[in-house]
């Protein structure tokens, strides 16, 4: 069965205080896998899609990469703004349809 | 404005009342999916549309839950008979074809059943 787990469940830094969640997945096949950002009370905000281990992609302060194991979103000097939950998910199948992991809540204090 | 438009925004129902969502995509977008999501959690995948083929619903989607997608266009998801469980935030995503996709959520319905 497809399953997706995201560490820590929360985390609070500094701003300016660098760190990384992560994303670890067992799929049968792995067609994608996905960031997204949400803020509460709305819904999930698209941040990268991976495809294959090794790829990296660059939003800002924020930098995804993909092993064939997990999946690191890394935060690079974080400012307040950045607070949010972190969802990570994965298409496996042949609907597109996503799995999610729990998500990851970040508190930015100034 | 992600594109995405979900109403209504909240929804608070007594138990066993009927309720209906509507999700609008963009024109673009010929995949739709709804998902739920719980406090802490991350979303689930209920059912999904091609166009306005129905082609898989999960096993979370009880007898009392029906989808549509009439034309391929909007979409509406019914509940029927609400339980307390049934409270929840209920998303709307939609996506195109290709390889390059990612797919945008919409707002969400906030559904509290009393």
């Known amino acids: 069965e497809d399953q997706v787990t995201q560490s820590p469940e929360a985390l609070r830094l500094q701003e300016g205080e660098s760190s990384s969640l992560n994303c670890s997945y067992t799929v049968s096949g792995l067609r994608g896998l996905f960031w997204y950002r949400q803020d509460p009370g709305k819904g999930p905000e698209f941040l990268f899609t991976l495809y294959s281990a090794g790829e990296e992609k660059e939003k800002e302060r924020l930098k995804a990469t993909l092993t064939k194991k997990e999946s690191f979103l890394h935060i690079t000097a974080p400012k307040p703004e950045d607070s949010a939950t972190y969802l990570c998910?994965?298409?496996?199948?042949?609907?597109?349809?996503?799995?999610f992991g729990q998500g990851t809540t970040l508190q930015v204090k100034p | 404005d992600t594109g995405v438009s979900q109403n209504p925004r909240h929804k608070i129902t007594k138990r066993g009342q009927n309720v209906t969502f509507r999700c609008d995509p963009i024109s673009e977008h010929n995949r739709l999916y709804w998902y739920r999501q719980t406090l802490g959690q991350g979303p689930e995948f209920l059912t999904y549309f091609q166009n306005e083929a129905q082609l898989e619903k999960s096993r979370l989607l009880s007898d009392r839950f029906s989808a549509e997608r009439p034309k391929g266009s909007f979409s509406t998801l019914e509940i029927q008979r609400t339980e307390q469980g049934d409270s929840a935030m209920y998303l709307c995503?939609?996506?195109?074809?290709?390889?390059?996709?990612?797919?945008?959520f919409g707002s969400g319905t906030r559904l509290t059943v009393v």
């Open positions: 998910a994965v298409d496996s199948g042949n609907t597109g349809k996503l799995i």
């Open positions: 995503a939609g996506g195109g074809s290709g390889v390059n996709y990612g797919y945008t």
